[in-house]
């Protein structure tokens, strides 16, 4: 098994007919890089930064934060590495922004909630996030969006910050990607709109399970509610993928079920361009990918979004696992 393990890591996650998925690593330190690394990963689609700025008194300056992005962006140099901007709420405490105790975190001020009224904070981040573009293929995602407003408020931040950067002559890529996590059911819901103001979408199962099914993800006693197979998390995801096809832009998965390769026939029969999972995953979902046709998994998919009841679905997604 460590042998069969070995000898995929170098081969690309391409189908027997010929259709290609980019599977990159989720991290969220520098310390992940060798792992994402030895598993294969084909750059960093999810860098998870909200850790950098807990259990700490004071928030990471540019320059600090330069650094960790630089070594990211620099290890994967011709990868394309994408740094998502602070995804904090008030369930992750910082006692330097003062949050107030919510009664319900998740539905609260979290993530680019936070970032649009701190612009301070924001500004500090997007700033070293372009600046290390210089240094390698960096791309920027913002957390929880919600309507095209926060979109257009967030870009309009990031372009006073590489106004900045210009009159002070530090260098970034003009051309940086700009996209967006698609994990709030709304956001899903007007994907069309979302996509005529990004060049990628990353979808977030995690969390669009949680709010599309109204079951909290650490929630144990509702566990067994928590179904990213669920029917209607199945259409919120393919009406994603298909407004993302509509308007040419990419379109990824980065939340747990990237890393389900019971998952992989619907990716292939939707187009999806990019998988983004814990790094240990990846040799799995590749194998599955290996193993699949485009055809094949046309049909599965067909069956999986006509299924009837759950029995139906779980005996479909059966043999893949
Ligand atoms: C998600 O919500 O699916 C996701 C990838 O982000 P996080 O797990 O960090 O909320
Ligand atoms: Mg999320």
Same mark, same amino acid.
């Given at each position: 098994?460590?042998?069969? =393990? ?15 998925? !980019? ?5 969220? *330190? ?29 928030? &990471? *300056? ?12 620099? !290890? ?22 003062? =949050? ?6 998740? =539905? ?34 913002? &957390? ?125 029969? =939707? ?49 893949? *696992?």
């Amino acid at each position: 098994e460590a042998d069969e =393990l070995k000898k995929i890591v170098s081969l690309p996650a391409v189908t027997n007919d010929g259709y290609e998925i !980019h599977l990159a690593a989720n991290i969220s *330190s520098t310390r992940e890089l060798e792992i994402a690394e030895q598993n294969g990963a084909e750059g960093v689609g999810l860098f998870r930064t909200e850790f950098m700025y807990m259990d700490r008194s004071y928030p &990471p *300056s540019e320059a600090e934060q330069l650094t960790v992005y630089r070594d990211v962006a620099e !290890h994967f140099k011709d990868r394309s590495v994408i740094i998502r901007t602070l995804d904090i709420g008030g369930d992750k405490p910082m006692e330097y922004l003062d =949050l107030p105790e919510e009664d319900n975190p998740f =539905l609260g001020y979290r993530a680019i909630r936070i970032c649009l009224d701190r612009r301070d904070l924001f500004k500090t981040q997007l700033r070293a996030i372009l600046r290390a573009s210089a240094f390698g293929e960096v791309s920027v995602m913002f &957390p929880m969006i919600s309507s095209v407003e926060e979109v257009r408020a967030a870009k309009g931040i990031l372009d006073e910050a590489k106004q900045e950067l210009r009159s002070e002559a530090l260098p970034f890529d003009e051309e940086l990607p700009i996209g967006i996590m698609v994990e709030v059911p709304a956001a899903a819901m007007i994907a069309d709109r979302l996509a005529e103001e990004v060049d990628f979408f990353s979808i977030g199962t995690n969390d669009l399970v949680q709010y599309t099914l109204a079951v909290d993800r650490m929630n144990e006693q509702i566990a067994h509610m928590y179904d990213p197979f669920h029917p209607a998390v199945l259409r919120l995801v393919r009406h994603t993928i298909e407004a993302a096809k509509k308007c040419n832009i990419i379109v990824g998965v980065c939340g747990e079920m990237a890393g389900d390769p019971r998952a992989v026939p619907l990716w292939i029969a =939707l187009g999806v361009n990019k998988l983004s999972m814990s790094s240990r995953s990846i040799p799995r979902v590749k194998a599955a990918i290996r193993r699949a046709s485009q055809e094949n998994s046309r049909s599965v998919t067909d069956k999986i979004y006509k299924a009837g009841s759950k029995a139906e679905l779980d005996a479909l997604l059966e043999p893949q *696992s």
